[in-house]
């Protein structure tokens, strides 16, 4: 627990990352392509994208495929409760997709909600969020009779249930970098609490696209370091 709350306080030191409880701008487009590897060959791979919908209404997708041997597809829907003044901003979202896993297809839904706020005090501005999600999917026999499959390489395979909570802080460090923490919290169904602390620089390199290197380290729980990188594009 004490290291947890280290953690807390190192992210209040740096910045984040999505800032997700901001709905897209109506007919605009957000996609992310990222990867995590860890020290032990593990790997993530993700494609992210949202589209403006209307003014408080957000469409989103996400695609993933783990090396423990898993492909994911999700469709949400986001909905801002906020009517966009103030310094509050707050979402709700629910999402419906599918896993596939040993060609055996697996219904998945979510739900969360997230809040946020800038920070305008910070020079060059910043954000903070919070975000928080509920996971489910039906039971699968390929997951429970998994064999030589170490802790963390099943921990990259999609649970029956998992709750996850992200912090996130962003700091626009200078016009074209964006330096981001983010600490996520996961309890799932089958593993102990986790914690992981995320540091990444996300870097303006022209036109609609960004660059973003960083790192993971857990901090409660299993897990190992971890290195990110991904590319950004907005239009």
């Known amino acids: 627990m004490l290291r947890i709350w280290v953690s ?17 701008q109506e007919k605009t487009v957000f996609l992310s392509i990222s990867t995590e590897h860890d020290r032990d060959g593990n790997s993530y791979t993700g494609l992210y994208g949202e589209y403006g919908l209307s003014a408080r209404s957000t469409l989103g997708l996400e695609l993933g495929h783990a090396s423990a041997g898993e492909v ?30 040993d060609g055996e297809l697996v219904p998945l839904g ?15 501005g910043g954000w903070i969020s919070v975000e928080a999600r509920l996971k489910v999917t039906a039971e699968t026999e390929s997951v429970i009779l998994r064999q030589g499959m170490t802790v963390v390489e099943y ?28 600490l ?18 996300v870097r303006d390199i022209g036109g609609p696209v960004k660059l973003e290197l960083g790192v993971i380290a857990p901090v409660a729980g299993e897990g190992e370091y971890a290195l990110r990188a991904g590319t950004w594009f907005a239009f």
């Open 8 to 24: 807390c306080l190192l992210l209040l030191q740096a910045g984040a990352a999505l800032a997700g409880p901001w709905p897209r």
């Open 72 to 101: 994911s597809a999700l469709l949400w829907l986001q909905r801002a409760l906020d009517d966009g003044t103030g310094a509050n901003r707050w979402t709700v979202s629910s999402g419906v997709g599918v896993i596939e896993r």
């Open 110 to 124: 979510q739900v969360g909600v997230a809040w946020g706020r800038g920070l305008d005090r910070l020079p060059g």
């Open 155 to 182: 921990g990259y395979l999609t649970p029956e249930y998992t709750a996850k909570a992200d912090v996130t802080l962003g700091w626009n460090a200078t016009p074209k970098m964006m330096l981001i923490n983010q």
């Open 184 to 201: 996520r919290l996961e309890d799932r169904q089958d593993m102990a609490f986790s914690a992981k602390l995320g540091a990444s620089i």
